[in-house]
């Protein structure tokens, strides 16, 4: 698996961002799909994920309910719309997935879009 991961960007505190990432390879094979974020000195952190189906999520507690994550199967990619956004969201977004192959999970990693909010 594959993925390819863009808009990240500079925005105000307040404002809007779209993340995109999409998938190539066995997305046949993927259970989860989603992003984590890691800020300077802080270790890496669930952001917002969505399974197979593309009705389950999962959130980061600080979230609350400001990222909402959608999933396109037709195209293999997968939105986190990102509203509301303080300073403290700055951080670098990798987005990630999941495959579950006999029993065994594997993580995918895309390149990090770097997210920067500015007060």
């Known amino acids: 698996v594959q993925l390819q991961a863009s808009g990240g960007g500079l925005v105000q505190a307040g404002g809007s961002l779209t993340l995109s990432c999409t998938a190539s390879?066995?997305?046949?094979?993927?259970?989860?799909i989603g992003w984590h974020r890691q800020a300077p000195g802080k270790q890496r952190e669930l952001v917002a994920a969505?399974?197979?189906?593309?009705?389950?999520?999962t959130y980061g507690d600080f979230v609350k309910g400001r990222f909402p994550i959608t999933r396109d199967n037709a195209k293999n990619t997968v939105y986190l719309q990102m509203n509301s956004l303080k300073p403290e969201d700055t951080a670098v977004y990798f987005c990630?997935?999941?495959?579950?192959?006999?029993?065994?999970?594997?993580?995918?990693w895309g390149q990090g879009t770097l997210v920067t909010v500015s007060s």
């Open positions: 990630y997935a999941r495959t579950i192959l006999a029993f065994t999970e594997y993580d995918y």
């Open positions: 969505i399974m197979s189906g593309g009705t389950t999520t």
């Open positions: 390879g066995a997305t046949f094979s993927i259970n989860d």
